[in-house]
C-alpha cells in the first residue's frame, strides 16, 4: 500500500495504489461483485468527503477460480475515480499472450481485448495465432459483436453473447474459413483423424451451471465443406468393391470434396446429407456418432470403374478409432448371385447394385396411417 503523505494533513487521505499479491477469486465471489456494487449505488451519497480514498488497484499473480477451470495467472492495473468507481483496467497474462482492456462506459463497460499463440483456457485446447474480440459488457452479461482469429491456418470470424446471471449461458455465430482439420479433429472429437481444408457457418449455443460444464452443455449446428482431404482409418472404396461380410476396417478415402450438415449436442454427432466425392468414388449418406464414440449409419457408395459401375449400400459400425464398413444382407446375396450368373468383376458388380436396389425397394417398412 502506497499512500499519497501530502494528503495526510488534508480531510481525505489518499492511497495512491493497493497492491494485492497471489488473489484467487473463486465463483462464489465473482457473482456476489453485482450485489456489492448495487449496496454501494443505493447507499446515500455522503455530503461530506470521504476519509479515505483509493486511487488505483494492482493485482499480481492473480488468479480467476471456477472449479475445475481456471484462468490466469494474470496481472491487472485497476484506476478508480473520485467515488472509488472503476476508471479503466487492464489485464493480461503473466506470459504475455493476452491482452484486455476495460472502460466503463455509462453502466457499461467496453472491452478490448487482444491474444496471440494463446490456449482456450476451458473445452478443447485450441491454439489461436491471433485472436480480437470487442463489445459491451455489464455486471452480468457481455455483447461481443467483433470476433476475429487466425488459427490452424484458416481464418474465424463472428459473435456471440455471454450471460452469468445465473449458471453460465451463452450464444453466437461463426464463418469459418480455410481451417486445417488435422489436428482440431482430434480436439474437437478425441478419436477423430481428418485432414482437409474446412470451410463452416456456425450457429452454437449452451447453458450450464458452471465453465467447466459448459462443453458437454454445448449444442452447435453447421453446412460444412471440406476440401482435398482424407478420412483416415476407413477405405469407402475397398469396402464397396470387396464386399467381406464381416466388413472392412483400416486404410483411407482421399477426396476431393466432403460436405454435409452436422448436430452436435449432448456429446453426439449427428452428420446427414454427407456427400463425398473422389475420382472413381462418390457417395452420400448418414452417420451418428454417439457418445461413447460409437459409429452408426449408412453410406451408399458409387464405384465407377472402365465400362461399369455400382451403387453400394453400406453399413458404418464400430468405433472411432476403429470404424468398420459392411455391406447390407442385399447387397451381399445380389453380388453372389451377379458373380454366378455373369462372373467376377461386371456380375459382381451387376449383381451388388441390383442386390441394393431390391434392399432399398422392398427392405423399408411402409408407414402405417394411424386409426382414425
Known amino acids: 500500500m502506497i499512500p499519497d503523505l501530502f494528503s495526510l494533513l488534508q480531510s481525505t487521505k489518499v492511497i495512491k495504489r493497493v497492491d494485492i499479491d497471489s488473489l484467487s477469486l473463486t465463483r462464489k465471489a465473482i457473482d456476489n461483485i453485482p450485489a456489492w456494487i448495487k449496496a454501494d449505488a443505493d447507499a446515500p451519497q455522503q455530503q461530506t468527503p470521504p476519509l479515505l480514498r483509493v486511487e488505483s488497484l494492482r493485482l499480481t499473480n492473480a488468479l480467476v477460480n471456477f472449479g475445475k477451470t481456471s484462468l490466469g495467472p494474470f496481472d491487472a492495473r485497476i484506476s478508480l475515480n473520485d467515488t472509488g468507481a472503476p476508471k479503466d483496467a487492464s489485464i493480461a497474462t503473466q506470459d504475455g499472450k493476452l491482452k484486455a482492456l476495460i472502460t466503463p462506459a455509462g453502466s457499461k463497460y467496453l472491452i478490448d481485448a487482444s491474444a496471440k499463440s494463446w490456449t482456450l483456457p476451458a473445452g478443447p485446447a485450441l491454439v489461436f495465432d491471433e485472436l480480437i474480440v470487442k463489445g459491451v459488457a455489464t455486471l452480468n452479461d457481455a455483447d461481443l459483436g467483433e470476433i476475429r482469429a487466425g488459427l490452424?491456418?484458416?481464418?474465424?470470424?463472428?459473435?456471440t453473447t455471454v450471460s452469468w446471471r445465473k449458471g453460465l449461458q451463452l450464444g453466437g455465430a461463426l464463418d469459418v474459413r480455410g481451417l486445417e482439420l488435422t489436428q482440431v479433429a482430434a480436439l474437437l472429437s478425441p478419436g477423430t483423424r481428418m485432414s482437409g481444408k474446412l470451410s463452416a457457418k456456425l450457429v452454437f449455443s449452451a447453458s450450464a451451471a458452471s465453465a467447466d460444464q459448459i462443453v458437454n452443455a454445448l449444442r452447435l449446428e453447421t453446412r460444412f465443406d471440406v476440401r482435398n482431404g482424407a478420412l483416415h482409418?476407413?477405405?469407402?472404396?475397398?469396402?464397396?468393391?470387396?464386399?467381406?461380410?464381416?466388413?472392412?476396417?483400416?486404410?483411407?478415402?482421399r477426396f476431393e470434396e466432403l460436405s454435409g450438415h452436422l448436430v452436435m449436442e449432448r456429446g453426439g454427432y449427428r452428420f446427414t446429407r454427407l456427400k463425398i466425392a473422389s475420382g472413381t468414388l462418390a457417395a452420400d449418406g448418414n452417420v451418428s456418432i454417439s457418445t461413447r464414440k460409437e459409429l452408426s449409419g449408412r453410406i451408399n457408395a458409387q464405384i465407377k470403374a472402365v465400362g461399369a459401375s455400382a451403387n453400394v449400400p453400406l453399413n458404418v459400425a464400430g468405433t472411432l478409432d476403429s470404424p468398420l464398413l459392411y455391406p447390407t444382407a442385399g447387397t451381399v446375396a445380389g453380388a453372389a448371385v451377379g458373380t454366378a450368373i455373369l462372373g467376377p468383376g461386371l456380375g459382381t458388380s451387376a449383381?451388388?447394385?441390383?442386390?441394393?436396389?431390391?434392399?432399398?425397394?422392398?427392405?423399408?417398412?411402409?408407414?402405417?396411417?394411424?386409426?382414425?
Open 233 to 253: 482409418g476407413v477405405d469407402i472404396e475397398k469396402a464397396a468393391t470387396n464386399l467381406i461380410k464381416q466388413g472392412t476396417t483400416g486404410g483411407e478415402t
Open 152 to 159: 490452424y491456418g484458416g481464418t474465424v470470424t463472428g459473435k
Open 351 to 372: 449383381g451388388a447394385k441390383v442386390g441394393g436396389w431390391a434392399e432399398n425397394l422392398f427392405g423399408k417398412k411402409e408407414k402405417k396411417t394411424p386409426k382414425k
